[in-house]
């Protein structure tokens, strides 16, 4: 994680080409299989891919520990430009959609109660994907030393190390997801 004064840049290069990791980041199915930190599942996982529209996504924790429940999160998509970039909206929801208090989730009060999130999606080399995860700084101070405290880059890490898994499988490859459009 690269923080500035303005932003937290969070950034992974993928032995994967574009297509591929963007199809994993836009398909419900592929992203079931990695999204969420280590040892979490992601039992649903909703997705309206179009300006405007929304996204749903569950993850739960292990089983036996603090985790084993239930986390959601939802946004909207401000922007989609097809393989380059996608800027949308990002909050705590209960089951519906519905925004929550992030302290509902062990959350700092002071933590944004909405975010924006800028990914994008670059060639690197023959078959390399550079994604990149941008959170623009919060109005408050206080919103953002939270917001840097919170666990997201251990967190978004950990869902990387799942997403370098899911690319390097036999069975996703870009033929195969390709053809799911």
């Not at 959601?72 to 929550?100: C, L, Q, R, Y």
């Not at 990149?132 to 990387?160: H, I």
Request: glycine share 6%; proline share 6%; with cysteine.
């Amino acid at each position: 994680m690269k923080e500035s004064d303005q932003k937290i840049i969070i950034t992974r290069i993928f032995d994967a080409p574009r297509d591929l990791v963007w199809k994993a980041w836009t398909d419900p199915d592929l992203i079931k299989e990695w999204w969420g930190p280590k040892d979490f599942t992601a039992p649903s996982i909703q997705i309206d891919f179009r300006k405007g529209g929304k996204y749903l996504y569950c993850m739960h924790g292990p089983k036996g520990t603090e985790f084993d429940k239930d986390f959601w999160s939802a946004g909207f998509f401000k922007e989609i430009v097809p393989m380059k970039k996608i800027v949308s909206t990002d909050f705590f929801a209960d089951e519906h959609g519905n925004k929550v208090d992030p302290t509902s989730y062990g959350m700092k009060p002071e933590h944004p109660k909405e975010l924006t999130v800028i990914i994008t999606f670059e060639d690197v080399l023959t078959d390399q994907t550079k994604l990149t995860l941008e959170y623009p700084r919060p109005k408050s101070d206080a919103a953002f030393e939270a917001m840097k405290n919170s666990g997201m880059e251990m967190g978004w890490n950990q869902s990387f190390d799942k997403l370098e898994k899911t690319l390097s499988t036999s069975e996703t490859t870009c033929e195969t997801v390709c053809e799911r459009k």
